[in-house]
C-alpha cells in the first residue's frame, strides 16, 4: 500500500503564503511524476501543478508566477510553495503521484486526503 499525506493548509489574508507538504510512504520502488490539484465548492478539480522525477515543471496560467512545486525524491516529498495568495485560490488542494510499487514495479496513482487552504479578509 502507498499513501500521500498533506499538510500546511489554513487560512491567510489575501497576499499571504502557504506551504504544502505531501509525503508519500509504504511500498514505493519509485515516484515519477507528482502532482497538486485544487478544488473549490461547485468547480472540478484543477490541475495546479507537476513536477517530473527530473525535476521539470509545469504550472497552470493563474498560478504562474505565484506557485513553486519542488520535491525531493530522497524524502519521497513534493512541495507546493503559495505566495501573493488570492481569494480564488481558495480550495481544498490534493496531492497526487504516479507511483511503481515495490517490488512488482506495477503503476498506480494515489492521491491524498486533501488539506484546505482559505484565503480571505
Known amino acids: 500500500q502507498v499513501q500521500l499525506v498533506e499538510s500546511g493548509g489554513g487560512w491567510v489574508q489575501p497576499g499571504g503564503s502557504l506551504r504544502l507538504s505531501c509525503v508519500a510512504s509504504g511500498s514505493l520502488y519509485k515516484i515519477d511524476t507528482m502532482r497538486w490539484y485544487r478544488q473549490a465548492p461547485g468547480h472540478q478539480r484543477e490541475l495546479v501543478a507537476d513536477?517530473?522525477?527530473?525535476?521539470?515543471?509545469d504550472y497552470v496560467d493563474s498560478v504562474k508566477g505565484r506557485f513553486t512545486i519542488s520535491r525531493d525524491n530522497a524524502k519521497n516529498t513534493a512541495v507546493l510553495q503559495m505566495n501573493s495568495l488570492k481569494p480564488e485560490d481558495t480550495a481544498v488542494y490534493y496531492c497526487n503521484a504516479d507511483v511503481q510499487r515495490y517490488p512488482t514495479r506495477r503503476p498506480d496513482d494515489v492521491w491524498g486526503q486533501g488539506t484546505q487552504v482559505t484565503v480571505s479578509s
Open positions: 513536477i517530473t522525477d527530473d525535476g521539470t515543471t
